[in-house]
């Protein structure tokens, strides 16, 4: 006992002793500040998403919105009672607007192998009152990474047990995690159960054992996600009849999904899976997302009929299965556009890969969808599915001036994003990376090399 108390009490004091070496990984850049003035860029390569391509056109923006979209040769007028505005020659840049990276733990994690620093999950298996965006660092050294690369809005998702919490959509710029948010409550998420057995090992004990039996318990749990919905819904009739009734933190958390304000987040890979949790969304009435989409091509009649959304979960996956062809994942977007499935594309990799998104749209794009669709994957696409195309997504006026402007198309490995705003603030795209990288090439500078 002496030496587990001792092992136990040494382990705590290392891991009090490695917060100070914690701290300089965070990130150390200031946010952006607010948009004094109007800013015009003149002479740009316009991609609206929702409008096509501008050539040669101007886009402005004021107190964070976007006030016109015009095209070559058309003067702006701009509100007399405003400063000065900033006018920035594009000289045929392009201007697109910002990506959305719809599953993510962005700023939940910073060092995945240190319990102190991963802030995704509460204690039990029923916690829908948990809200992802409570939990955000906005001084995460992982934002800056992915929005020099243009990804500037991030739907943030709680993790573990059945219903992990409610996932909130983000900006990835901001002093607090309430300057950040777009959406708190974007929707609860839902870990659909499996019931597939993994591994040899597994499968041999459940043969054994009925309490191991996969199918069995998946649907003990699917009913226990079920019972949770429905307690909620008997609650919220009994408190708009009588308001005297005690609230309950749990029910309330599932009201806006039960009244259809917002989608609940299925997360689901296999066919069975995605069958039954449209199934079960349908008979509820809710407005189910599936999340992940591993074998979605086996159901896309089931959600086409039904108009269930799907976010992928990367493109840049091996296939499942080993007869199943090498491009079973690149292809897989294109084949869901031919069913007239509504999708965005994620990139299912660790929240430090969020800046590889608009790679996972390249190579969907290379493998026969639609270049412009796959733009639309993961910019407008994205916020019809996280219900903010109001705001984001797509370059219009009276929606948010969140957006970037690079030397070429972000699709492109060669692409180099040169400014980037955030409800029309300017935001500093340096990283580590890119400070580590001008700190060693001065050492090569100053070689005379």
Not at 28 to 42: E, F, R, S, T, W
Not at 61 to 83: T, Y
Request: aromatic residues 6%; neutral net charge; charged residues 20%.
């Amino acid at each position: 006992m002496i030496h587990r108390r001792l092992l136990s009490s040494c382990a705590v004091l290392a891991s009090l002793a490695a917060f100070p070496a914690l701290v300089p990984g965070q990130d150390l850049l200031p946010k952006g500040a607010p948009q004094a003035a109007p800013v015009v860029l003149h002479n740009a390569t316009i991609h609206t998403v929702s409008h096509g391509i501008v050539l040669g056109g101007t886009i402005w923006f004021d107190r964070g919105v976007i006030g016109g979209v015009l095209p070559a040769g058309e003067s702006v007028k701009l509100p007399a009672d405003r400063p000065k505005p900033v006018h920035i020659d594009l000289a045929g840049k392009h201007v697109f607007p910002g990506m959305i990276s719809a599953h993510t733990s962005l700023g939940l994690i910073e060092i995945g192998a240190v319990p102190q620093t991963v802030d995704t999950d509460e204690t039990g298996e029923l916690t829908p009152e948990a809200l992802a965006v409570t939990a955000v660092n906005p001084d995460s050294a992982a934002i800056p990474v992915a929005r020099q690369n243009g990804v500037l809005a991030a739907l943030t998702f709680p993790t573990g047990g059945l219903m992990p919490g409610r996932a909130s959509l983000i900006q990835l710029d901001g002093w607090t995690n309430r300057d950040m948010t777009v959406r708190a409550d974007a929707g609860p998420v839902v870990a659909w159960p499996s019931t597939r057995a993994f591994g040899f090992r597994f499968r041999h004990r459940a043969s054994a054992s009925p309490a191991n039996d996969p199918s069995k318990r998946a649907r003990t749990n699917r009913q226990r996600i079920d019972e949770a919905f429905q307690a909620a819904q008997r609650w919220f009739a009994a408190r708009t009849s009588d308001p005297t009734i005690a609230l309950d933190v749990r029910h309330q958390a599932l009201v806006p999904a039960l009244r259809g304000e917002v989608p609940v987040f299925v997360l689901a890979n296999d066919a069975e899976q995605i069958e039954s949790a449209v199934l079960w969304g349908t008979e509820r009435g809710l407005r189910v997302v599936i999340v992940g989409g591993r074998e979605v091509r086996a159901c896309t009649e089931l959600l086409r009929r039904h108009d269930v959304p799907v976010v992928l979960d990367g493109v840049h996956r091996l296939p499942r299965r080993e007869d199943a062809a090498y491009d079973e994942a690149f292809t897989l977007p294109r084949d869901l556009a031919a069913a007239g499935v509504r999708f965005c594309i994620a990139t299912g990799d660790e929240f430090s890969n969020d800046r590889n998104l608009p790679y996972h749209a390249a190579t969907a794009a290379a493998y026969g969808l639609d270049p412009q669709r796959a733009l639309a994957a993961i910019t407008l696409h994205a916020a019809e599915i996280l219900g903010v195309d109001d705001r984001l997504g797509s370059l219009a006026p009276g929606k948010d001036a969140t957006l970037f402007v690079s030397d070429g198309h972000p699709f492109e490995l060669t692409s180099k994003i040169e400014r980037a705003f955030v409800q029309g603030r300017a935001v500093d795209l340096r990283s580590k990376q890119t400070e580590l990288a001008n700190k060693y090439r001065t050492r090569y500078r100053q070689a005379g090399r």
